[in-house]
């Protein structure tokens, strides 16, 4: 019986390089998640975990955390090649409150899944002692919510696939992690976080465009660098429309808008469009704060300093 199973696999691999090789079709494979990478070696390699969490809602204020993912991987900071997966996690919790039915329509989880479950903090800081860094597919999303939940999130750095990767770059008009498999030729069950873990390190391991390095060495360069937020300090409210149009965000907390940028070349052209745009010419002084993989994406304040335009 199973030399028959296996037969089928062959035969139907065989007809999807068929069609693979014909320009008119794409042929999109289910996400092999017992796939290994090559076990590596020498002084460059590092542990990287991958997290996800599934939650009762989108405010970390207010709402909890109730599955969380932890795939720990090796990589080479070198190279960026992906390794070995070194350790899951994957658990459930109780909120204390009942899952709203539109959060549990999104990933599946009912308040009788989570009955008397808790995450095991234990279980978790083990998993992440070595780890140098955490990845997320959204990191100002899951960070928010674990570092109040498992403050040993708190002291490691972070990085984020979806911000910090120009997919654009590679021809990739989407950074939606369902996007991004299909368009390296996989597909997965989603909305589950161990599952998510899966499907993005096998994005991270895959080529980035043409440029012939993995789509983690891409990541890893941004997680090094440092990025701002720059506070548009006292803009005329009649310059909203012009700054949400540039990009920049509201604080309702500061009652300020503040753009990100990823360098200070940005940012000293910034302000030149600042005086000129927003503050009719004049020289104003204006907050920045400079963030590092550490302190971005929490809800702790970056290194501040002022600014003139």
């Known amino acids: 019986m199973r030399r028959g199973v296996r037969a089928l696999e062959k035969d139907l691999e065989a007809l999807a390089g068929r069609l693979e090789a014909h320009p008119d079709y794409r042929v999109v494979r289910r996400l092999d998640t017992l796939r290994e990478g090559p076990a590596l070696a020498g002084s460059t390699v590092r542990h990287a975990a991958i997290v996800d969490t599934e939650t009762t809602g989108t405010d970390h204020a207010v709402d909890k955390v109730i599955e969380l993912a932890v795939v720990v991987f090796e990589y080479c900071a070198a190279t960026g090649t992906v390794g070995r997966v070194l350790g899951v996690y994957n658990g459930l919790e109780d909120p204390g409150v009942p899952i709203p039915a539109s959060s549990t329509a999104i990933h599946g989880i009912t308040d009788a899944m989570v009955a008397g479950q808790r995450i095991d903090d234990g279980s978790v800081a083990s998993l992440l002692d070595g780890v140098g860094l955490v990845i997320a597919h959204n990191a100002g999303f899951d960070r928010k919510f674990l570092e ?14 979806w ?71 006292g803009s005329p409210f009649e310059s909203k429309d012009v700054l949400r149009k540039r990009g920049y965000w509201w604080e309702a907390a500061k009652r300020c808008w503040y753009g990100e940028f990823r360098s200070r070349e940005e940012i000293e052209d910034e302000l030149a469009w600042l005086k000129e745009t927003v503050f009719g010419g004049k020289s104003v002084a204006l907050e920045l704060e400079e963030f590092d993989a550490k302190t971005r994406y929490s809800l702790r304040d970056g290194k501040r300093e002022k600014v003139r335009t």
């Open 163 to 233: 911000a910090e990767v120009p997919w654009s770059e590679a021809g990739i008009e989407s950074s939606k992690l369902e996007y991004l498999a299909y368009r390296y030729g996989f597909f997965f069950e989603g909305h589950r976080a161990e599952i998510d873990c899966r499907a993005l390190l096998e994005v991270l391991r895959r080529p980035f465009g043409e440029s012939g390095t993995s789509a983690l060495k891409v990541l890893l360069e941004s997680a090094r660098a440092p990025s701002y937020r720059l506070w548009a300090m």
């Open 148 to 161: 109040p939940r498992l403050p040993v999130f708190a002291s490691l750095p972070w990085a984020c696939s």
